[in-house]
Nanobody
Framework: QVQLVESGGGLVQPGGALRLSCTAS????????MGWFRQAPGKWREWVAAVDTSGTTTYEDSVRGRFTISRDNAGNTVYLQMNSLKPEDTAVYYC?????????WGQGTQVTVSS
């Protein structure tokens, strides 16, 4: 089995920063893209950012310039550095990765931006 485990969520004031981490473990033969999604209460899950195996990154428009996605050299951990957080960034953040030619999801970590 393959597992994705996220960490780093929490409560932060507007304008603050958080760093999310997601690590893949288990019987892994290949990892392709890794990315982050989020789901706010009453809304659909939406894509936030992604990084491929070459390190190329892409971002949803509302987070570009504030969030930075990266992955470690081993390629099995992905990070999301979130700066200048806004109340509308409040959501459960999910890690997603292409592992062993299949899609895997993490369990989610709550990010709350509030004063």
């Amino acid at each position: 089995q393959v597992q994705l485990v996220e960490s780093g969520g929490g409560l932060v004031q507007p304008g603050g920063a958080l760093r999310l981490s997601c690590t893949a473990s288990g019987r892994i033969s290949s990892i392709g893209f890794m990315g982050w999604f989020r789901q706010a209460p009453g809304k659909w899950r939406e894509w936030v950012a992604a990084v491929d195996t070459s390190g190329t990154t892409t971002y949803e428009d509302s987070v570009r310039g504030r969030f930075t996605i990266s992955r470690d050299n081993a390629g099995n951990t992905v990070y999301l550095q979130m700066n200048s957080l806004k109340p509308e960034d409040t959501a459960v953040y999910y890690c997603r990765a292409r592992i062993n030619e299949g899609d895997s999801w993490g369990q989610g970590t709550q990010v709350t931006v509030s004063s």
